[in-house]
């Protein structure tokens, strides 16, 4: 049998590695084959996560960052300043969160999907069209967002205008002045050309972008054992694959930018400068317990929790 997974970024970005390494293992172990469809082979990350509940698809990658809508406890993952930076630390948390590999894997299955795996694409950085040393800065900045309203709560309380889009629209957005901020991880700033339409890139530490790959749940139970056991084994080799493969990725990926565009502005905010989007991060906590009630506030409880493990 041929099974489709279609994800959000191109064959040569983190989410088509991961993509190419869990297809050779599939194929390896066993009798099967994986089509692979990148971004905008089939449309926007809205778009492939409905043929994955329809069926259409096998697998896909969409990033929680879509995903709040559907799974309104996914945005635990904007919370500003909840995830450390650290990626050995990172690298630990998703792998054995109890937050990730038991309940969130039920509220996924609650959507018809089967959850195999989170992984973490990197700190997130802004790129604007103009300095941002304070929130203050951010006034008057139409900042855009993924479709996630935790996300637009973030944008809000530092200060910009949250514009959520998909992103299709960014690039474009950026370069005729619809928007005049954006934010994603290095390797996706230098991949995408995004350095072209910005001039500043500043580091918060804020977030570090997270993507989750899932297969349809109809089409996973009904496999048979041998077929399950060798997708979480693919999906498990992916997932080491991937964590070896960003490591310093974020640093070779930003000397590109430098190497392209040397008059590009590139800011690490001090303590002092991070303090008014630390101070935000509470309220937008807040807003996560508003919007999910007792099972967000369980699941940002557990997931507190399994960084803390991860931290040791
Ligand atoms: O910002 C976005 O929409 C995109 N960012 C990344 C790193 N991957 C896919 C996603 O669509």
């Known amino acids: 049998e041929t099974w489709r997974y279609a994800f959000e970024e191109s ?6 590695k991961f993509a190419q390494k869990f297809k050779e293992e599939v194929e390896a172990n066993t009798d099967h084959t994986i089509q692979l469809f990148p971004y905008g082979t089939l449309g ?3 778009d492939i996560m409905e043929q994955a509940q329809a069926g259409i698809l096998q697998f896909v990658d969409q990033s929680p960052g879509f995903t709040g809508s559907l799974i309104p406890e996914a945005q635990v993952f904007f919370v ?7 990626q050995d630390q990172l690298a630990r948390f998703y792998k054995n969160s109890k937050a990730i590999n038991e309940d969130f894997q039920k509220l996924y299955a609650d959507q018809g999907l089967e959850l195999l795996t989170m992984f973490p694409e990197g700190e997130v950085a802004m790129t604007t069209k103009s300095p941002v040393e304070s929130c203050a800065d951010l006034n008057e900045v139409k900042f855009r967002v993924m479709t996630n309203p935790l996300l637009v709560e973030s944008y809000r309380a530092f200060g910009a205008t949250p514009t959520p889009l998909p992103w299709g629209e960014v690039y474009g957005g950026l370069q ?10 290095t390797f996706f700033l230098y991949s995408t050309k995004i350095y072209e339409v910005t001039d500043y890139i500043t580091y918060a530490g804020h977030n570090n972008f997270t993507t989750a790959v899932m297969a349809n749940k109809d089409f996973y139970d009904g496999l048979g054992d041998a077929d399950k056991k060798a997708i979480q084994a693919a999906s498990d080799a992916a997932y ?4 070896d493969y ?3 990725l974020a ?12 008059e590009m502005t590139v800011t690490v905010l001090t303590e002092e400068q991070r303090k008014c989007f630390k101070d935000a991060a509470a309220d937008v906590e807040t807003k996560f317990i508003e919007m999910t009630g007792d099972s967000g506030k369980k699941i940002l409880d557990q997931l507190k929790a399994d960084l803390k493990a991860a931290a040791q």
């Open 11 to 16: 064959m040569d970005e983190v989410q088509g």
């Open 80 to 86: 500003p300043y909840l995830l450390p930076t650290d």
């Open 240 to 243: 080491d694959y991937i964590v």
């Open 44 to 46: 926007e990350s809205a």
């Open 251 to 262: 640093d070779s990926e930003l000397e590109k930018i430098k190497k392209a565009k040397p």
């Open 246 to 248: 960003q490591k310093g």
């Open 176 to 185: 005729t002045n619809i928007i005049q901020g954006q934010e994603n991880p």
